[in-house]
């Protein structure tokens, strides 16, 4: 009996040791996209760099079989920009018409390891592109890099448009309905074009961990100063006139000195829903988001999200975008450009937010260190170093500033509860209702 015990776990040891070891190792994109579409299968790309300048759908390459993991550690694919304006590519079945690189359609699928990036820089023919698309379940990107470029018009942010027109963009990575318990684990992402890093729309249960974004700023002096180009071509005068996501443009449009954009959009982002299905339960931990326009944004989702141990640098437009019952834990902040944090809708209730100021000096177009409207909320803003906070910055309540722009009239904050330990100013503007402020700075009622 002994012996056969033996005999038995021998076995179970090898088969085991065999499981850990059935990577199929192939050495061409062929072979990989003979595999992507099988189940239950383990391929392992040798490393060197691949480059893909045709494609027969949309979808350049689709990983939609199930149950399979897929190391491309070492490899660098070179996506070219030419496939996202192709007319003759077939389209895609689910009735999105968006082009992107890599589609993981497949449940329980594993891709670690690759370097993505465009080259080209040619436009594509929508502001849909993007490099990767999730939408299958139990989904894991890992260590996976990417950077974007190849958008028009590249130079001037959003100051010509979110899309339509002659805006076309490409976005990092979207996770989207149908898919759940999709895990995006130690990937970066480097925004060289306009559009948004990471981004959901209609995903459930997703997971965002370790992950780094990074774009570029410039500012509107180095803009009118062009003596050429999509700018100059249009005498320097925006899409539109007022405030443009973070800017400060003249009313009739023209771009104004001594303002500051960011050259992409939002680093980690999400959307509401996407055709009536809603994006819920969204998870983001020990992630860093660099001069983006708005850095973590999770005030669009309504089913409370969760951002734990994360930090923001750099970003015009709010660093944390914060709504309805969202929960922010030992993150951190500086409020160079725009507010550190930004409470912005009058509808958001039930918000936790505990936030550190990171060094906020030497900025530009900016005195605002956060902004509060809403009902419920509890709020706790701290800095390590009271020199980090310039003195002009305020907090304030009930405000139509900085991304509360948008909210227009009617704004309020009702039953707010903040611990401000900062010596920053704290203003409750008309709609401030039961404040509950506990302040090291000034507290003024203009109430």
């Known amino acids: 009996m002994i012996i056969k015990l033996k005999i038995f776990i021998i076995l179970v040891s090898l088969a085991i040791a065999c499981q850990a070891q059935e990577f199929i190792e192939i050495d061409n994109l062929t072979d990989l996209n003979s595999y992507c579409k099988k189940d239950n299968v383990k391929i392992k790309l040798k490393p060197g760099n691949y480059q893909i300048d045709d494609a027969e759908s949309i979808r350049f390459m689709q990983f939609a079989g199930n149950n399979s993991h897929f190391d491309l550690t070492g ?19 689910d009735g999105n018409s968006m082009y992107c690189a890599i589609e993981i359609s497949g449940n329980n699928v594993m891709l670690e390891g690759l370097y993505i990036e465009t080259y080209g820089d040619q ?34 942010g959003y100051l010509y448009g979110l899309g339509g027109g002659d805006v076309r963009k490409m ?15 130690a990937c970066k992402v480097h925004m060289r074009a306009m559009g948004h890093a990471i981004f959901l729309q209609g995903a459930e249960n997703t997971v965002i961990e370790d992950c780094h974004v990074d774009g570029l700023l410039r500012t509107t002096d180095a803009m009118l100063a062009e003596t050429s180009g ?13 405030y443009i996501e973070g800017t400060t443009v003249a009313e009739d449009g023209k771009i104004l000195p001594g303002e500051i954009i960011s050259l992409s ?5 999400m959307y509401p829903e996407y055709h009536g299905h809603k994006t ?50 030992n993150c951190s902040a500086n409020a160079k450009y725009a507010e550190a944090l930004c409470v912005p809708y009058k509808s958001a209730r039930n918000a936790y937010v505990d936030l550190e ?9 900016n005195n605002l260190l956060a902004a509060i409207n809403g009902t419920g909320h509890h709020i706790i803003l701290k800095t390590s170093n009271p020199d980090f906070i310039p003195g002009s910055f305020n907090i304030e309540l009930s405000t139509l500033n900085g991304y ?44």
Request: hydrophobic share 30%; aromatic share 8%.
């Open 280 to 329: 819920k339960n969204t998870t983001i931990k020990d992630c860093t988001v660099f001069q983006m326009r708005r850095g973590i944004c999770t005030g669009l989702s309504t089913s409370g999200d969760k951002v734990i141990n994360c930090q923001v640098h750099d970003c015009v437009a709010a660093g944390f975008n914060v709504g309805n019952n969202d929960t922010l834990m």
């Open 357 to 365: 100021i990171l060094d906020s000096r030497n900025g530009m177009a």
């Open 123 to 156: 436009p594509g023919r929508q502001s849909k592109n993007k490099i990767f698309n999730i939408v299958g379940e139990d989904v894991t990107l890992k260590n996976v890099e990417v950077r974007t470029a190849g958008s028009s018009p590249w130079g001037y």
């Open 75 to 93: 490899c660098r694919f070179m996506i070219d920009t030419k496939l996202f304006s192709r007319t003759d590519l077939k389209k895609s079945n």
């Open 265 to 269: 959009e939002d680093g980690i982002r």
């Open 171 to 185: 976005n990092g990575i979207r996770v989207g309905y149908p898919a759940k318990n999709v895990r995006l684990i």
């Open 230 to 242: 999509y700018g100059y071509d249009r005498n320097f005068y925006a899409g539109k006139g007022g």
């Open 404 to 447: 509360a722009f948008y909210q227009r009239s009617g704004v309020h904050a009702t039953n707010i509860t903040l611990d401000n330990q900062t010596e920053t100013k704290v203003l409750l503007l008309p709609g401030t209702e039961n404040p509950d402020v506990k302040s090291d700075g000034v507290v003024e009622n203009r109430n």
